[in-house]
């Protein structure tokens, strides 16, 4: 991309104004040769910010081209200065540098004032006829066509029949193509539902429907004989509404919503009407239904079929001529077009039509694979909204090419690869990683990226794109020289010498043989168990990122790449970091997570850049132990971490106690091994940092922790993430007013008091993980408390004999675990009005727990309402052997 070649010639020359200029005298000539330089790149990127996602005559696309090489030959001179010259700079050359580089745009280009003049409407916002034409390829296949959601029918029916009076809601969400629509219209024309409510109404919702439209839409299918008399005024619609529905059973089917907002305010106004109404939603964004967290909702999630179904579904279609049998020859090629489908019924459905229409034989077939996302209008449909993205953003969608086709990586992973990638540029009261999360949300929103996994509050913890977005979107980025790979199917991208990011992608321990041409990449990935590379080919590396390689020792030459902002070796096998890393002075991310080092050199301190160190494993065989989660020894040394914004996990010594009270950025602290008479400086230090969202703070074993001592000041009551291990005489009274906080660990505090005391009315607590928390033989749940909890884990209470649910406590539980609680031998008194519950897990429970939950047991009907009920059990050989109860 040419926008982002400039944007990286920028970020090159401020680089090297921060790092270069100002340790010498700055002479007027060099800083105004800087300047009118500065001026003309941002001149330039305006005008490829307009020209890119537009299609041009080929004269104008090598132009393009040309641009985005030159760009890069600025940045490649600036970071080659930096690297060579940055300890023995002289004035001379720096003026030489610059007057050179101010002329090469006139070399190169001439006059170029018509950049300044030319005018390219692109950028606008999605048009009615863009949502017609993807709407449409929503609607390509019809109930008739799916297999396979017999059950999830037969699940969203109960839902909406349940005894419930009140209004219920029920989201039915999945990326493009994953049949949501047909699913909700089986669901909608069961006789089972049409025959339970008194009226009903379906509605496909387009962006520019208004509310009081699509109200008056509903009432004149409710009441046909409206039809033509319902005024258009707002207050008089609404008003009919309330009138006409009052007392009734409805059910509304809403096809799609996609803004967050809309179906609150629908929600809202239908609240109003009836006691027995339910509402049927599609929608891609799962983000639209945590917008209705307030109400009774069910969250139903599509991610494709079964591979059984799938491949029925496939094959009904590509083998059209002889009833949808698959000949052997084509079944290994079947199954990888299946899987490059994700298993989507839209997808399959087009994939099996196209190659019906081919010759069937493999060598055909396996040519079509191998380009079937540039074929389906499927595909286009999805990347249509990506025509408009800005130049950044852009970028961040083309990132995911860097990954192997299916690879899902961590949303934290890949914010902190977008902030080193320098995609955006911090603000005054937004840090970088909250503006590219925010990107990132957007190209959710989207549905340009997929979400497959997310946090309990709805936040996203893992992304990627579909097969076959990822096989279009990678063509781009090679064509593009945004990124080469090289893997066991491809070339290894040595002639592209202005090549900027490099994917090694192998699934063995083959060594990648790679050109000395690669000295233009900046980024580096390594995904599978390949040797590790050559650094030295790599001198100008910005970002390393080789989580997993079988490495046993730091690589000596990693500390020979001066201009690293971000360092990954997560997952390897390396014991010791060396003094020596100090001289990566710009590095902002260090990943050192499941790794065998225990601890870092005192010359850490000296990255006064570093934002992020991730330097602990987790090391859980059968059961969770104290000290399962390994922290790591930090010894003090000269200098401060005043830019850390995460800092996990790290033993709790008085020299690093008395460095984290100048961590006022944190956003996540994670301390290990704390004594109780350090408990006072840790919690002065904790009320300077405004930020934190997650504190993770561990006693050393048989010390109690000591942290009575906060007082809650403005910033510190948005903690969002508590986790507390080892003795505690109570819990903190400061705990209770964490009004933000969504999930609490309290883990072997061995309380004499209830713990849930403390924690019963926290507004927006979610998760509640206990483990070995409280030693009384009963544990209560109150009326009216835990309203938003949704996950509740009991694990190792070794005293308790009663668990009491009293009435509307934790009415939106959806998940409850018990393990290794060995005297409780009782199921809950009031389990039954858990009516949310969906799942009950157990972990070694005692035989009388698990024989109540039988099918045949008399107190069988007192969990008859939830879904999955799983028990596990510890063998002889320490494996778990698993009994579906449900």
């Known amino acids: 991309m040419a926008s982002e070649a400039v944007g990286t010639a920028l970020r090159a020359m401020e680089n090297f104004s921060s790092l270069v200029l100002r340790e010498i005298r700055l002479e007027k000539e060099v800083e105004q040769d800087r300047v009118r330089l500065e001026s003309w790149l941002q001149t330039l990127r305006a005008f490829l910010s307009d020209r890119e996602g537009t299609r041009g005559n080929q004269l104008r696309q090598d132009e393009v081209s040309q641009i985005r090489n030159f760009a890069f030959e600025i940045a490649d001179i600036f970071d080659e200065f930096v690297f060579q010259e940055r300890h023995h700079v002289h004035t001379h050359i720096l003026r030489k540098i610059t007057h050179e580089l101010l002329m090469l745009p006139q070399n190169n280009f001439g006059d170029l004032q018509y950049l300044r003049a030319e005018n390219t409407s692109c950028g606008e916002g999605k048009s009615s006829s863009a949502w017609s034409e993807d709407h449409l390829a929503r609607r390509v296949i019809e109930e008739d066509d799916i297999v396979g959601f017999e059950g999830d029918a037969e699940c969203i ?46 509605v496909d919702v387009s962006p520019s429907l208004k509310l009081d439209e699509l109200l008056r839409s509903i009432l004149t299918q409710f009441f046909p004989e409206m039809d033509g008399s319902v005024p258009i005024n707002e207050f008089s619609v609404r008003e009919i509404s309330s009138a006409y529905l009052w007392q009734k059973r409805f059910i509304v089917g809403l096809d799609y919503i996609g803004r967050m907002g809309d179906c609150e305010l629908i929600i809202k106004e239908l609240l109003k009407t009836s006691q027995g109404g339910r509402i049927l939603v599609t929608s891609r964004n799962r983000e639209v239904s945590m917008s209705c967290v307030q109400y009774p909702i069910y969250v139903h999630e599509l991610n494709g079929l079964s591979r059984e179904n799938a491949f029925t579904l496939f094959c009904k279609w590509a083998f059209r001529s002889c ?54 209008h499927f595909v286009r449909s999805i990347l249509l909204p990506s025509k408009h993205l800005p130049s950044n953003q852009r970028s961040c969608f083309l990132y995911f090419s860097i990954l192997p086709e299916g690879y899902s990586i961590q949303r934290a992973r890949l914010i902190r690869l977008w902030a080193a990638e320098g995609f955006v540029e911090e603000s005054r009261n937004t840090t970088l990683e909250e503006i590219v999360e925010n990107y990132l949300n957007e190209l959710i929103r989207m549905n340009l990226v997929h979400v497959t996994e997310r946090e309990i509050d709805g936040r996203v913890r893992s992304c990627r794109v579909l097969n076959l977005v990822h096989e279009c979107i990678t063509a781009t980025a090679e064509k593009e020289n945004f990124v080469g790979s090289a893997s066991e199917r491809s070339s290894s991208s040595q002639g592209r010498i202005q090549l900027r990011r ?22 580096a990935f390594m995904f599978g168990r390949v040797n590790i590379l050559d650094l030295k080919f790599f001198r100008l590396l910005k970002v390393l990122d080789i989580q997993g390689a079988p490495l046993e020792d730091f690589p000596d030459d990693i500390v020979k790449l001066v201009l690293l902002k971000y360092l990954s070796l997560r997952e390897t096998n390396i014991k010791t970091v060396p003094d020596s890393i100090k001289k990566l002075t710009l590095l902002e991310t260090l990943d050192l997570k499941q790794t065998r080092v225990t601890q870092l050199p005192r010359s850490i301190f000296q990255l006064h850049r570093l934002r992020h160190l991730l330097v602990y494993r987790y090391d859980v065989k059968s059961y969770v132990n104290f000290d399962s989660a390994k922290g790591v020894e930090m010894h003090s040394g000269s200098g401060a971490l005043s830019s850390m914004q995460k800092l996990m996990l790290i033993e709790a010594t008085p020299e690093l106690i008395k460095k984290v009270d100048g961590m006022i950025n944190l956003r996540k602290l994670g301390l290990v091994n704390l004594k109780s008479k350090d408990g ?33 000041k403005p910033g510190f009551e948005f903690l969002q993430r508590l986790y507390l291990g080892g003795q505690l005489q109570k819990v903190p009274t400061w705990v209770s007013s964490l009004q933000s906080l969504i999930k609490v660990g309290l883990r072997w505090s061995r309380l004499n008091i209830n713990p849930l005391q403390a924690l019963q009315h926290l507004p927006n607590l979610i998760q509640l993980h206990m483990v070995d928390s409280f030693m009384g033989q009963t544990l209560e749940f109150k009326a009216n408390t835990f309203k938003k909890l949704k ?96």
């Open 502 to 523: 490099l994917s090694i992608q192998m699934d063995n321990r083959a060594s990648v043989a790679l050109g000395k041409t690669l000295g233009h990449v900046r980024s």
């Open 157 to 202: 029916c109960d839902q909406l029949l349940s005894g419930d009076p009140g209004l219920l809601t029920v989201f039915i969400v999945g990326p493009c193509g994953s049949g949501k629509t047909v699913l909700a219209n089986k669901v909608f024309k069961c006789k089972r539902v049409q025959g339970h409510f008194d009226v009903r109404a379906w």
């Open 323 to 376: 009833n949808g049998i698959c000949p052997s020859e084509l079944l290994d090629l079947s199954n990888k077009i299946i899987d490059k489908c994700d298993r989507l019924p839209s997808a399959l459905i087009e994939a099996g039509i196209f190659l019906s229409k081919k010759q069937q034989t493999p060598l055909e077939w396996n040519k079509w694979h191998n380009s079937l996302g540039a074929n389906l």
């Open 680 to 712: 006072r400086k840790v919690c002065e230090s904790i009320q300077k940092m405004k930020h934190l969202s997650t504190l993770y703070l561990r006693a050393e074993l048989g010390d109690y922790l000591e942290l009575d001592h906060i007082q809650i």
């Open 791 to 886: 996950i509740l884990s009991i694990e190792q209470f070794s005293e308790l004999r009663m668990v009491v649910v009293q009435v509307n406590a934790m009415p939106a539980l959806e998940t409850l675990t018990f393990c290794k609680c060995e005297k409780l031998n009782m199921l809950p008194l009031g389990m039954n009005m858990l009516s949310f519950l969906q799942k009950l897990v157990l972990y070694d429970m005692d035989r009388e727990f698990i024989y109540q939950l039988r099918k045949n047991s008399e107190d069988r009907n007192l969990v008859s309402h939830i879904r999955a009920i799983h028990s596990y059990t510890l063998g002889h050989d320490q494996s778990w052997v698993f009994e579906n109860l449900s």
